[in-house]
T-cell receptor, first 112, second 116 residues
Framework: DQQVKQNSPSLSVQEGRISILNCDYT??????FLWYKKYPAEGPTFLIS?????DKNEDGRFTVFLNKSAKHLSLHIVPSQPGDSAVYFC???????????FGTGTRLTIIP | ETGVTQTPRHLVMGMTNKKSLKCEQH?????MYWYKQSAKKPLELMFV???????ENNSVPSRFSPECPNSSHLFLHLHTLQPEDSALYLC???????????????FGPGTRLTVT
C-alpha cells in the first residue's frame, strides 16, 4: 500500500516556464513533507519542506503548497532552468515517528 | 571528503559471495540509515542507527547485516543474496536521531548492486 504517490513518472517543461510537480498521500497522520531532488549517479538532495501548520513555503524559485483536506502537495519551480532537470521525490513523515515515506519520483526534463 | 560518501559505487556479486557496502558521513550527524531503491519503486527504509545503536529493522532478510562501529561509519554486509536484491543501496544521515526532529536526511550517492 503506497502511502505517498507521485502519479506522473515524467514531466517536460520549456525553459523559463513554471514546472508543477504533484504528490498525493493517504496517511492523515503525516504532518511534515519534503521534496528531494536527484541527479543521475548522485544521492537525493533535500530541496524544500513544509509543516502541516502551513499551506505554503517558499525558497527562491521553489514553492511548496500543501492542501491538507485534499491530502495533496505540489512543488512549483519558476522560472524553470535546465539545471532543474532531475528526478524529484516527495516524502512524508509524522511527529514522533519520523521515518520518511517516499514517493516513486517524477523525472523533470527542462527543454531549452 | 564532505557530506556522505559510499563505496563501492558499483558492485556485481554472485549469489554465494560475501561483500560489504561502506558508508561514511563527514557531517557530525548522530543518526544513519540504509535505504534500498529498486526500479520503479519508492525508497525503502532498511535500517536505522541512532547514536550507533540500531533502532529500526524494517523486516529486512537476515542476508543483509548492518554494522555501525561509530557514529560516522555504517556498513551493510551482504551474504547469499538473490537476484531480486539487485538495486541501488543508499546511505543517509541526519543531525537528530529518528523521532527527535530528524526529518532532513542527507544522502550518499549510493551503491548500484547487481546480483548474478
Amino acid at each position: 500500500d503506497q502511502q505517498v504517490k507521485q502519479n506522473s513518472p515524467s514531466l517536460s517543461v520549456q525553459e523559463g516556464r513554471i514546472s508543477i510537480l504533484n504528490c498525493d498521500y493517504t496517511n492523515s497522520m503525516f504532518d511534515y513533507f519534503l521534496w528531494y531532488k536527484k541527479y543521475p549517479a548522485e544521492g537525493p538532495t533535500f530541496l524544500i519542506s513544509i509543516s502541516s501548520i502551513k499551506d505554503k513555503n517558499e525558497d527562491g524559485r521553489f514553492t511548496v503548497f500543501l492542501n491538507k483536506s485534499a491530502k495533496h502537495l505540489s512543488l512549483h519551480i519558476v522560472p524553470s532552468q535546465p539545471g532543474d532537470s532531475a528526478v524529484y521525490f516527495c516524502a512524508a513523515s509524522n511527529f514522533g515517528n519520523e521515518k520518511l515515506t517516499f514517493g516513486t519520483g517524477t523525472r523533470l526534463t527542462i527543454i531549452p | 571528503e564532505t557530506g556522505v560518501t559510499q563505496t563501492p559505487r558499483h558492485l556485481v556479486m554472485g549469489m554465494t559471495n560475501k561483500k560489504s557496502l561502506k558508508c561514511e558521513q563527514h557531517l557530525g550527524h548522530n543518526a544513519m540509515y540504509w535505504y534500498k531503491q529498486s526500479a520503479k519503486k519508492p525508497l525503502e527504509l532498511m535500517f536505522v542507527y541512532n547514536f550507533k545503536e540500531q533502532t529500526e529493522n524494517n523486516s529486512v532478510p537476515s542476508r543483509f547485516s548492518p554494522e555501525c562501529p561509530n557514529s560516522s561509519h555504517l556498513f551493510l554486509h551482504l551474504h547469499t543474496l538473490q537476484p531480486e536484491d539487485s538495486a541501488l543501496y543508499l546511505c543517509a544521515s541526519s543531525q537528530q536521531p529518528l523521532g527527535q526532529g530528524s526529518n532532513e536526511q542527507y544522502f550518499g550517492p549510493g551503491t548500484r548492486l547487481t546480483v548474478t
